[in-house]
């Protein structure tokens, strides 16, 4: 077959007259194409926390009148997280902010075998039997119908703050935070879990208490927002940014002893590093056995405890990744069945819960189409859902609502409970539902291409003016830059299973190392054609030289094939 991308290269059609002031032209081409004005663009690239927060979210001076008063009674609270990143830091928030107004607090974290995503009953029931008089639940509760009534039942006030998708029928606890319900005044509606829990936290301690756990409270926020994967826009820039500089100066212990085992060096930990490197670590926990230890580990000062807790999630993202590879082999070959679906669903026994979620990732990378993997354990299976742009998936599900047993999520990713009985149907309902949705145009895999540059722009100079758009993640990727018939060799495998591949790219009078994730079957071919047109990602490496991550390649000419508009020069 030969070389050819993997992906349809998409380049925009904005244009950007008068660049304004202080600002590179590539910097100012591609905000623009991303659908930033001009007047936007300093405030974009500033990435200012808000001092004004703006009207506060519904519920939120109920459930701080309510833990104000419990803290004066001395009441026995309880944070209830969810077990990723998401939840996990979002509690650390939390009990980190009773600390500082010198309350001891309980935490729980569900087992995500034994109990399931969200709030539970029997876990509501513990905690009432242990004298719980107030919980509050963490990126987690909003479709907790049963559990809120139950809860009432107890004699415990239930405070639920999500920041997933609502469904058409809500609970009713105590007090419900959440940016996306109806009504809700509040601007950030794409906060993670961890974003709306420390707006609770901020507003639980006061501007002077919250400035002394400032720097640990955002750098907290900044590991879940990205881990998360919610827009890297608005607020949660702003958040992310300021987390990250908090992280890099003066990491919690627990932060300092993960980042220092993982063989990352502080001052250089970006949204990447918390992507690929930190956010796997911390979901390893809940996705291999129980998440306790990652909670543990982001409250403890103690840095041999620390130390003792981060090697046990490196022993533990080992064995998760190695898990996650016979879960995606395996789920690759019972998607090709259906090469035809409009929405990939595949399920099986043998798959563990915790790592549905990256093989379902992994599949809407190959096919380019919503994908549900599902875990079977018994007559129920649990199902985990990634998706595209022009799919929200949560609200897909709403509309599958009657052949599940419960669901929830965003736009991007969601998970769900099903009869095994009823996965066949649906599959059938889901094809449907994304087929309406994307008005009966087949989804293709895409990559949407920021720029064209000349070779010889790739310079050190270029690295550093595209760090102005960092942090970059979902919502604000990495740029995408296209360059054409450039040299590639020294191309050879790499990785555990031979399945990433790593060259040098000649441009000029420049050579650069290049890595390309999960292309390594592609050695041979991209050794034959010699030169290739490529989509590149720029990134400086530890000493400074400019590092080249391949996101798609194809044979020259592909370009010139696949682009209708033509770039700017």
Same mark, same amino acid.
């Given at each position: 077959?030969?070389?050819v991308?993997?992906?349809?290269?998409?380049?925009?059609?904005?244009r950007?007259?008068?660049?304004?002031?202080?600002?590179?032209?590539?910097?100012?081409?591609?905000?623009?194409g991303r659908?930033?004005g001009?007047?936007?663009?300093?405030?974009?690239?500033?990435a200012?926390?808000?001092?004004?927060e703006?009207?506060?979210?519904?519920?939120?001076?109920r459930?701080?009148?309510?833990l104000?008063?419990?803290?004066?009674?001395?009441?026995?609270?309880?944070?209830?997280?969810?077990?990723?990143?998401?939840?996990?830091?979002?509690?650390?928030?939390?009990?980190?902010?009773?600390?500082?107004?010198?309350?001891?607090?309980?935490?729980y974290?569900?087992?995500?075998?034994?109990?399931g995503?969200?709030?539970?009953?029997?876990?509501?029931?513990?905690?009432?039997?242990?004298?719980?008089?107030?919980?509050?639940?963490?990126d987690?509760?909003?479709?907790?119908?049963?559990?809120a009534?139950?809860?009432?039942?107890?004699?415990?006030?239930?405070?639920?703050?999500?920041?997933?998708?609502?469904?058409?029928?809500?609970?009713?606890?105590?007090?419900?935070v959440?940016?996306?319900?109806?009504?809700?005044?509040?601007?950030?509606k794409d906060?993670?879990?961890?974003?709306?829990?420390?707006?609770?936290?901020?507003?639980?301690?006061?501007?002077?208490g919250?400035?002394?756990?400032?720097s640990?409270?955002?750098?907290?926020?900044?590991?879940?927002?990205?881990?998360?994967?919610?827009?890297?826009?608005?607020?949660?820039?702003?958040l992310?940014?300021?987390?990250?500089?908090?992280?890099?100066?003066?990491?919690?212990?627990?932060?300092?002893?993960?980042?220092e085992?993982a063989?990352?060096?502080?001052g250089?930990?970006?949204a990447?590093?918390?992507?690929?490197?930190l956010?796997p670590?911390?979901?390893?926990?809940?996705?291999?056995?129980?998440?306790e230890?990652?909670?543990?580990?982001?409250?403890?000062?103690?840095?041999?405890? &620390?130390?003792?807790? $981060? @090697?046990? +999630?490196?022993? /533990?993202? *080992?064995?998760?990744?190695?898990?996650?590879?016979?879960?995606? =082999?395996?789920a690759?070959e019972?998607?090709?069945?259906?090469p035809?679906?409009?929405?990939?669903?595949?399920?099986?026994?043998?798959?563990?819960?915790?790592i549905?979620?990256?093989?379902?990732?992994r599949?809407?990378?190959?096919?380019?189409?919503?994908?549900?993997?599902?875990?079977?354990d018994?007559?129920?299976?649990?199902?985990?859902?990634?998706?595209?742009?022009?799919?929200?998936?949560?609200?897909?599900?709403?509309?599958?609502?009657?052949?599940?047993?419960?669901?929830?999520?965003?736009?991007?990713?969601?998970?769900?409970?099903?009869?095994?009985?009823?996965?066949?149907?649906?599959?059938?309902?889901?094809?449907?539902?994304?087929?309406r949705?994307?008005?009966?145009?087949?989804?293709v895999?895409?990559?949407?291409?920021d &720029?064209?540059?000349? $070779? @010889?722009? +790739?310079?050190? /100079?270029? *690295?550093?003016?595209?760090?102005?758009?960092?942090?970059?993640? =979902?919502?604000?990727?990495r740029?995408?830059l296209?360059?054409?018939?450039?040299?590639?060799?020294?191309?050879?495998?790499?990785?555990?299973?031979?399945?990433?591949?790593?060259?040098?790219?000649t441009?000029?009078?420049?050579?650069?190392?290049?890595?390309?994730?999960?292309?390594g079957?592609?050695?041979?071919?991209?050794?034959?054609?010699?030169?290739?047109?490529?989509?590149v990602?720029?990134?400086t490496?530890?000493?400074?030289?400019?590092?080249?991550e391949?996101?798609?390649?194809?044979?020259?000419?592909?370009?010139?094939?696949?682009?209708?508009?033509?770039?700017?020069?």
């Amino acid at each position: 077959m030969g070389l050819v991308a993997q992906r349809r290269w998409i380049m925009p059609a904005q244009r950007i007259g008068d660049v304004p002031d202080g600002i590179p032209a590539l910097v100012a081409r591609i905000l623009a194409g991303r659908g930033i004005g001009a007047r936007e663009m300093a405030d974009f690239l500033a990435a200012r926390v808000a001092t004004d927060e703006g009207p506060p979210m519904r519920d939120l001076d109920r459930a701080v009148e309510r833990l104000h008063r419990a803290l004066a009674a001395r009441e026995r609270i309880v944070v209830y997280g969810d077990y990723d990143v998401d939840g996990i830091a979002g509690s650390a928030i939390l009990v980190r902010a009773f600390r500082q107004l010198g309350a001891v607090v309980g935490a729980y974290i569900p087992n995500r075998y034994e109990e399931g995503y969200g709030l539970n009953g029997e876990a509501l029931r513990k905690l009432a039997a242990d004298g719980a008089r107030v919980v509050v639940s963490v990126d987690c509760g909003v479709t907790a119908v049963r559990e809120a009534s139950l809860a009432r039942e107890l004699g415990i006030d239930l405070i639920i703050t999500d920041h997933h998708h609502p469904p058409a029928v809500l609970p009713e606890p105590y007090a419900l935070v959440n940016p996306r319900r109806a009504g809700d005044p509040s601007p950030d509606k794409d906060l993670a879990g961890a974003g709306v829990a420390l707006v609770l936290a901020r507003h639980l301690l006061g501007e002077l208490g919250y400035a002394l756990r400032e720097s640990e409270l955002l750098q907290l926020c900044a590991l879940a927002t990205v881990a998360d994967v919610v827009p890297l826009r608005g607020a949660n820039r702003a958040l992310t940014r300021a987390g990250l500089d908090a992280l890099n100066k003066a990491p919690l212990t627990g932060v300092r002893a993960l980042v220092e085992r993982a063989g990352l060096k502080l001052g250089g930990v970006g949204a990447q590093e918390i992507g690929f490197v930190l956010g796997p670590r911390l979901n390893a926990a809940g996705r291999i056995a129980d998440a306790e230890d990652a909670l543990r580990l982001l409250l403890t000062e103690d840095p041999a405890e &620390a130390k003792d807790l $981060a @090697e046990t +999630l490196e022993v /533990r993202n *080992a064995d998760r990744q190695e898990l996650t590879r016979l879960v995606v =082999a395996a789920a690759r070959e019972r998607a090709a069945e259906r090469p035809d679906a409009w929405a990939t669903v595949v399920a099986d026994p043998g798959w563990s819960a915790g790592i549905v979620g990256l093989a379902a990732s992994r599949l809407v990378e190959d096919y380019g189409r919503p994908a549900v993997v599902i875990a079977v354990d018994g007559a129920e299976g649990k199902g985990s859902c990634r998706s595209i742009a022009g799919v929200h998936i949560a609200e897909a599900l709403d509309e599958c609502d009657d052949i599940l047993s419960k669901h929830g999520g965003h736009a991007m990713a969601a998970g769900f409970s099903v009869p095994v009985e009823r996965i066949g149907e649906l599959s059938e309902r889901l094809d449907e539902v994304v087929r309406r949705r994307l008005a009966g145009v087949r989804p293709v895999p895409s990559l949407r291409v920021d &720029a064209e540059i000349a $070779a @010889e722009a +790739l310079t050190s /100079r270029l *690295a550093l003016e595209l760090a102005t758009l960092e942090p970059c993640g =979902a919502g604000n990727p990495r740029p995408y830059l296209l360059v054409r018939d450039v040299r590639v060799y020294d191309i050879r495998q790499v990785g555990t299973d031979s399945d990433h591949l790593r060259c040098k790219i000649t441009v000029g009078r420049f050579t650069f190392d290049a890595m390309a994730f999960r292309r390594g079957g592609h050695a041979a071919d991209m050794t034959d054609a010699g030169r290739v047109d490529a989509v590149v990602s720029v990134g400086t490496g530890l000493r400074g030289f400019v590092e080249l991550e391949l996101r798609d390649f194809g044979p020259v000419g592909t370009a010139a094939r696949m682009l209708q508009e033509p770039v700017l020069a």
